[in-house]
């Protein structure tokens, strides 16, 4: 089992930036691919960026592009997502994700993930 817990999450003006951090614990981190999903009210869960275990494979979801960053301290067990130029359409429910595996969903097309945190609100204000 692995265990996820995120934090940095809160209120910021449009424009503004965040930086979310999810400690991991429960299975060698740096064996780990690392993910962030998000889910906005009245939404489902949409991927937002992901990392694989070395770092080499990084992906984005269209929207964040450009506009955050996904990393990963592999001595701390820690990923990151750092939001700059945030939206307000980026308010949202922010989950860290974790996987064994580096794989796919042959629905979205983009990475998933079986091990969820609790989640972390992120609120940008206009």
């Known amino acids: 089992q692995v265990q996820l817990v995120e934090s940095g999450g809160g209120l910021v003006q449009a424009g503004g930036s965040l930086r979310l951090s999810c400690a991991a614990s429960?299975?060698?981190?740096?064996?780990?691919?690392m993910g962030w999903f998000r889910q906005a009210p009245g939404k489902e869960r949409e991927f937002v960026a992901a990392i694989s275990w070395r770092g080499n494979s990084i992906v984005y979801a269209n929207s964040v592009k450009g506009r955050f960053t996904i990393s990963r301290d592999n001595a701390k067990n820690t990923n990151y997502l750092q939001m700059n130029s945030l939206k307000p359409e980026d308010t949202a429910v922010y989950y860290c994700?974790?996987?064994?595996?580096?794989?796919?969903?042959?629905?979205?097309?983009?990475?998933?993930?079986?091990?969820w945190g609790k989640g972390t609100l992120v609120t940008v204000s206009s």
């Open positions: 429960g299975r060698t981190f740096s064996t780990l691919a």
């Open positions: 994700a974790a996987d064994s595996l580096w794989k796919y969903s042959s629905l979205t097309l983009m990475p998933e993930m079986d091990y």
